[in-house]
């Protein structure tokens, strides 16, 4: 047992899916991806997205009103969901307010806030709208500040924004924290929302797909973006009698590309290869790798060959975004929660909505869920310039 190892003792999930663990579990276990056609506000976008339901019904307290925001909502749905606050509670009482340490990732934060203040500005001055506060909003430190508010702690709070690896960071950034002696426990997750800005830039990138999200398909076309907001609780390995933990992380950063990984995955092999070394593990204790799994022609190529090295071609591997979407800022958190879920329960989910393996890559990709015994998961989160992250998640 290494000294970063950290029990997940609690952790709650909303996305496309539903809203908390038993309707994601359920989702994933049945097939039923939560990803629909374009409805999100009435611009023209051809694609598929996952949308939460229900955020717009959400209302803040009056003491947090200035946090009010698509991002912030979404956040509270996911402090409230699977009865989190109330874990939190408990875990106040043993380590003190001061002694929790906040953790969040996220990309866009609360750029829709921004978006509708321009809408909104007046059009003779340009001026914004008095009501918009980007310091409680747009702001990348707003989530963190909501969640630490909402729960009430007092300790180290800080916001991760490396685009799609943002919330898998915080379980690293949280371990590192623990392991100073600044904080005894954490609270780490990831939010983000849907926002224009979001999906037309990545439609100007060329990666929005028309279609469903098809990871490793041969004829994928590109990601369907999602939101979420997940969290989880993170205690000393011998102060809880969970059964699941963070064994090790692994990071790198490429910078091969704004946008596009190393044709060979150099960053993502060395993020992994990072991982087992931090949790003293080899490569073929791994049952599972969640992979990061984008369904665009790039990514999904350089991470085969990566995952590929690493754990061999027979390892069960799948990404999915099939279920939920690409949830950017949120994905590795989203992901995290998933790999809890597959070792608690036993099985593998396929790679949903993948018909016709492509057959220039090689990792071992299930197109049906797979009921097996699982120990040990490796996570995958790889960001634009190549930001990756690898969480191996794990029973005890």
């Not at 009435?42 to 939460?52: H, M, S």
């Not at 003779?124 to 747009?138: C, G, I, R």
């Not at 099939?322 to 608690?344: M, N, V």
Request: aromatic share 8%; charged share 20%.
């Amino acid at each position: 047992m290494t000294d970063t190892a950290l029990k997940i003792t609690g952790y709650s999930l909303v996305s496309p899916l539903g809203v908390g663990i038993k309707d994601t579990l359920n989702a994933l276990q049945s097939s039923q991806s939560g990803l629909r056609r374009f409805d999100y506000t009435d611009a023209k976008l051809d694609t598929w997205i996952g949308r939460v339901d229900n955020i717009e019904d959400q209302c803040l307290s009056d003491d947090l009103k200035h946090f009010d925001c698509r991002n912030n909502r979404l956040a509270q749905m996911g402090l409230t969901a699977d009865k989190f606050a109330n874990q939190v509670k408990q875990l106040k009482l043993r380590y003190g307010p001061e002694r929790i340490g906040v953790f969040m990732g996220t990309s866009t934060s609360g750029i829709r806030q921004t978006e509708l203040a321009y809408k909104d500005q007046d059009p003779a001055t340009h001026k914004l709208p008095e009501s918009f506060l980007y310091q409680y909003t747009h702001n990348v430190f707003s989530v963190a500040d909501f969640t630490r508010q909402f729960l009430g702690l007092q300790g180290p709070a800080i916001s991760i924004s490396t685009a799609c690896s943002s919330s898998a960071k915080v379980f690293a950034s949280a371990s590192r924290y623990i392991r100073a002696g600044l904080c005894d426990a954490a609270i780490v997750g990831g939010v983000d929302s849907l926002c224009l800005t979001t999906l037309f830039g990545f439609k100007s990138l060329d990666v929005v797909s028309n279609d469903l999200c098809r990871p490793w398909d041969t004829n994928r076309r590109g990601i369907n973006i999602g939101e979420a907001a997940g969290y989880a609780l993170l205690e000393k390995y011998e102060q809880s009698d969970s059964n699941i933990a963070v064994f090790g992380y692994g990071e790198s950063s490429d910078a091969y590309h704004m946008s596009t990984p190393h044709p060979q995955g150099l960053g993502a092999s060395l993020a992994m290869n990072r991982a087992l070394a931090c949790a003293n593990m080899e490569a073929s204790q791994i049952d599972y790798v969640n992979l990061h799994g984008t369904a665009t022609l790039a990514n999904d190529s350089a991470e085969d060959q990566a995952v590929t090295n690493v754990v061999g071609k027979n390892t069960l591997c799948s990404s999915t975004k099939g279920w939920t979407g690409h949830t950017l800022g949120a994905a590795g958190i989203t992901e995290a929660i998933i790999a809890c879920l597959s070792i608690e329960n036993n099985f593998v989910p396929a790679s949903l909505n993948t018909q016709q393996l492509d057959p220039t890559l090689c990792a071992n990709i299930p197109l049906q869920n797979q009921e097996m015994k699982v120990d040990f998961v490796i996570s995958n989160s790889f960001g634009f310039g190549g930001n990756n992250c690898s969480l191996i998640i794990g029973r005890c």
